[in-house]
T-cell receptor, first 112, second 113 residues
Framework: SQQGEEDPQALSIQEGENATMNCSYKTSINNLQWYRQNSGRGLVHLILIRSNEREKHSGRLRVTLDTSKKSSSLLITASRAADTASYFCATVRNTGGFKTIFGAGTRLFVKA | KAGVTQTPRYLIKTRGQQVTLSCSPISGHRSVSWYQQTPGQGLQFLFEYFSETQRNKGNFPGRFSGRQFSNSRSEMNVSTLELGDSALYLC????????????FGEGSRLTVL
């Protein structure tokens, strides 16, 4: 079973609006990462937040992490049509080697 | 720097056959992870190799196996293929020492008929 659960499963917004995706997980983590996937291709890393960090920014991306609630959110501001993709959170645990487990993903559609 | 290369990109097999997929990581990366992606189950972790040793394994039957060579290239093998093995198989490489960013290949799309 997956470590993370994401919601919403799908999100449709207009260009220029903000998109927020949420991720919950079950166990302690080393860090949490967000990835993007365009239609059946490989995943691309977006941002990493460590377990001792609460918020991180990268360009139009803002990630928060609440380890007490075991949850994270990804905010994409001023969305563009090119942001249309699936977004996955991934939790990383050190189990004698780093194990990265992905959530089910959120499909984002940005209408031009 | 060349990215992660997976071969073949597409393949079609029939039930009962076996398949071997190959992954060449980014130069200098010692960790290779494999994932199976299907519409129903999402991205499922198969296994992770670091310096030729399997460090982590997912919940897949023994028909799924892998290995890593001294040059960090990795292969995964699926024997006695079943229809449910149809999926996109993704390989990702990383330095492997800090739990950082994974770099993914474009995947091998396997169809089992």
């Amino acid at each position: 079973s997956q470590q993370g659960e994401e919601d919403p499963q799908a999100l449709s917004i207009q260009e220029g609006e903000n998109a927020t995706m949420n991720c919950s997980y079950k166990t302690s983590i080393n860090n949490l990462q967000w990835y993007r996937q365009n239609s059946g291709r490989g995943l691309v890393h977006l941002i990493l937040i460590r377990s001792n960090e609460r918020e991180k920014h990268s360009g139009r991306l803002r990630v928060t992490l609440d380890t007490s609630k075991k949850s994270s959110s990804l905010l994409i501001t001023a969305s563009r049509a090119a942001d249309t993709a699936s977004y996955f959170c991934a939790t990383v645990r050190n189990t004698g080697g780093f194990k990265t487990i992905f959530g089910a993903g959120t499909r984002l559609f940005v209408k031009a | 720097k060349a990215g992660v290369t997976q071969t073949p990109r597409y393949l079609i097999k029939t039930r009962g056959q076996q398949v071997t997929l190959s992954c060449s990581p980014i130069s200098g990366h010692r960790s290779v992870s494999w994932y199976q992606q299907t519409p129903g189950q999402g991205l499922q972790f198969l296994f992770e190799y670091f310096s030729e040793t399997q460090r982590n394994k997912g919940n897949f039957p023994g028909r799924f196996s892998g290995r890593q060579f001294s040059n960090s290239r990795s292969e995964m093998n699926v024997s006695t293929l079943e229809l449910g093995d149809s999926a996109l198989y993704l390989c990702a490489s990383s330095l492997g020492e800090t739990g950082g960013e994974l770099f993914f290949g474009e995947g091998s799309r396997l169809t089992v008929l």
